[in-house]
């Protein structure tokens, strides 16, 4: 490992929430969002979570000269064999609203019985020591659940109104957001990605 | 989790003592070379070890209508800033012998002390339950060391003849198959990949 604490760690993503996550976590290195280097998003063309959050991290770290880190994540229905997968955020086309990509999976899912509409949140995060980096520090997180018939809750994004929590005994967008990043795949990825960039450094 | 034991998985390589490593630990699933259905090797564009893996897999699973298991390896000299790193294999040029890299290798090191010629051999496998799996199961072993200065021993291939194991006190190509399998990046990808994959269908 050549970085060292206190070298910045650029971020690729303009979500102040996850900034301040990462940020507690990861104490010793201050983290900066992409927008403060006017970075423009990369396009997400990769077929996987884990292919998609090395291109956006290797963006990063390209335009910044600093290490990145970046995530993918999605919703895993298996009643749909695996969508709407890395295309979650635009399910029912470009531009799409969470309001439309929530409406067109509860169309595609519409009949379909209870216990076959288990579903997962998927995050894969990923650090990056510079845009060549051959060894991405590669996490994942899932989180499991079941398609509800049709929306509750005003917390959360995306899904959340639809993703039914089993062990919370609600759904996602019902929870605190303090509860939700304690559970959820973004949660769990992040804790697990800081543990091994520690590790990586200690090496 | 959708494909059950009894499944045939197809493996990215025409390396009978990998196949035959994998079928030992995944004794359930008759494990079957590419070779078998005239698969065309895939072009290693990636610029990390998990894409190059992931894009073996994928063009696997594509053409034999089968779950794959690939993996992608090679060196990461610390001196080198992680040369050769995903061009291993090829470091002293397309269609380069063994012999050639390591020439190479010795060349691009002369002059460098001991104490700074730490290297690892880092090796990523990936298993994809087909073709567009967002999700394929990713597993990473290292194997850390030094560059030798001159070459020695006879088993293994590659940079063997130039990977000081310290643990065992001698080169990796001194070390008999068996030993450098439960030691090697390769044999550490393998077990945990196995681990991973019986995790996920027992899900």
Chains 1, 2 share one sequence.
Not at 17 to 34: C, D, F, S, T, Y
Not at 138 to 148: C, H, K
Not at 171 to 184: D, M, R, T
């Amino acid at each position: 490992m050549t970085f060292s604490t206190l070298q910045k760690i650029v971020l690729a993503s303009g979500n102040p929430g996850k900034i301040r996550e990462i940020q507690a976590i990861l104490a010793e290195h201050p983290i900066v969002p992409q927008s403060e280097f006017n970075v423009v998003d990369v396009e997400e063309t990769g077929a996987t979570f884990v292919e998609n959050a090395i291109l956006k991290a290797r963006n990063a770290a390209l335009h910044c000269q600093l290490p990145a880190i970046a995530d993918d994540s999605g919703l895993v229905v298996d009643a749909l064999n695996g969508a709407p997968g890395v295309i979650s955020a635009r399910y029912a086309g470009v531009g799409a609203s969470d309001r439309d990509n929530v409406d067109k999976l509860l169309r595609e899912l519409d009949g379909v019985p209870d216990e076959l509409r288990t579903a997962r949140f998927i995050c894969v995060m990923v650090f990056m020591e510079h845009a060549y980096d051959p060894c991405p520090v590669i996490a994942q997180g899932v989180w499991e659940g079941r398609i509800l018939d049709h929306a509750v809750g005003e917390n959360g994004f995306g899904y959340d109104p639809v993703f039914w929590v089993p062990e919370q005994q609600c759904a996602s967008a019902q929870l605190p957001a303090a509860v939700k990043n304690a559970l959820s795949h973004r949660g769990q990825a992040l804790k697990r990605l800081t543990a091994l960039i520690k590790e990586r450094e200690a090496a």
